[in-house]
């Protein structure tokens, strides 16, 4: 019997959104290999409503160890817990987001049980015939795209960007079963205690969980004009993100790069100036809901996957677009009248802004 785990995160007992994004990926693995899913969570406080969701979301089984002193991610303690997990229930495949808590503890506990690990993973499959699992990730500075498999050993483990998929929609009528796994003392490590946390720099931004994201590129020419991007996100309670040449440039702290070496991001909205769309950068937007470019050059890569491209100087552009959007935002709400129109409000706003 095979199984297929998905390793939950949790903060201030609190699941997070990746914990239900990498069901949806084990969920078709499992339909695939015939078998069950389950979903591990190692924290604290984590109510049985949200163990509850994890099963509404596609996990037929969730192990849940809970004990004031898994609070905080522990990779010592983490790293024992699992590998007991697995040791004792044998699943066969194991996914963990590509976040610092699935980096760090997923190769620990690889080495532990003698497996592989595919770290930064965008597909995943099951072979044919043999039932390996196929972990596709880009390869070789992002130039090809490799296919890894573990056919010899198991677990198979792989790690999956945050935000590559969307979690299933909540199944109210799914049933499963929370099995509480009772902590063994031994399995802590005493060695390590968080002492306290650090709530990050001025500059850190949490684009990953941002709907509404304005970025600049090399085009911006220089740090102080990314005020205009800071003013727009603003105004849509948005961040600001940037391409790699950008941030290598200083113009903004990493935590704002997006695509393969930074965040892969899923925002409603991704406005982009001054970028030009390389295959790295594009990795990071994807499953963006819509793309708008601004860029002078009508062939840039990214007009050719932006929802709306305008091709123009960023520096007549973007003013013109605070200017409106700061009229928009100071005008009163003007009275709408229902008209057979309505019925259709995307379709309309599209054809407007064509
Ligand atoms: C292993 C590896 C990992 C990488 N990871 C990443 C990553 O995570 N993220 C990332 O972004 N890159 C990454 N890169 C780098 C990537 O290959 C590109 O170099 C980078 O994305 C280019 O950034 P850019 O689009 O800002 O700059 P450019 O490619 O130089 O584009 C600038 C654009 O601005 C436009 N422009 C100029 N002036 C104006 C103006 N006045 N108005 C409007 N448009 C204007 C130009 O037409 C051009 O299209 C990686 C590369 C490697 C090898």
């Not at 198979?156 to 796994?181: H, N």
């Not at 990493?254 to 899923?266: D, E, N, R």
């Not at 973007?318 to 005008?331: D, I, N, S, T």
Request: hydrophobic share 40%.
């Amino acid at each position: 019997m095979s199984f297929v785990w998905t390793l939950a995160e949790q903060h201030g007992g609190r699941l997070k959104d990746v914990s239900f994004e990498l069901l949806s990926r084990g969920r078709a693995l499992a339909d695939k290999l015939d078998t069950k899913l389950a979903s591990v969570v190692i924290g604290d406080g984590v109510s049985p409503e949200q163990l509850e969701a994890l099963i509404r979301r596609g996990a037929d089984e969730v192990y849940a160890i809970m004990d004031p002193r898994l609070a905080h991610f522990v990779c010592e303690t983490y790293s024992n817990i699992l590998s007991h997990l697995v040791k004792t229930y044998q699943p066969t495949i194991i996914l963990a987001a590509a976040t610092s808590m699935g980096r760090t503890v997923m190769p620990h506990v690889a080495v532990r049980v003698h497996t592989g690990l595919t770290a930064d993973c965008t597909e995943l499959d099951i072979e044919p015939g043999t039932g390996n699992l196929l972990q596709t990730r880009p390869a070789i500075g992002g130039n090809i795209m490799a296919t890894i498999k573990t056919p010899q050993h198991r677990p198979q483990m792989a790690t999956v960007r945050p935000k590559s998929s969307r979690p299933l929609p909540e199944d109210a009528t799914r049933v499963g079963k929370v099995i509480e796994v009772p902590l063994i003392e031994s399995l802590i490590d005493e060695r390590v205690r968080v002492t306290g946390y650090r709530t990050d720099t001025a500059d850190f931004v949490n684009l990953e969980e941002a709907d509404v994201v304005i970025a600049g590129g090399r085009g911006m020419k220089k740090a102080e004009h990314f005020g205009m991007l800071h003013d727009i996100a603003g105004v849509f309670g948005g961040v600001v993100g940037a391409s790699r040449d950008a941030i290598d440039r200083g113009w903004l702290g990493y935590s704002h790069q997006i695509g393969l070496s930074g965040k892969t991001i899923s925002p409603r909205l991704i406005l982009t100036a001054g970028i030009s769309g390389s295959i790295q950068f594009l990795a990071g937007i994807k499953t963006s809901e819509t793309i708008v470019s601004i860029n002078t050059d009508p062939d840039a890569g990214l007009h050719k996957v932006a929802d709306f491209g305008i091709v123009g100087d960023l520096f007549e552009v973007l003013p013109e677009l605070q200017r409106r959007l700061h009229e928009h935002a100071a005008a009163p709400p003007a009275a709408t009248t229902a008209t057979a129109d309505d019925e259709r409000p995307d379709e309309r706003q599209r054809e407007e802004r064509v």
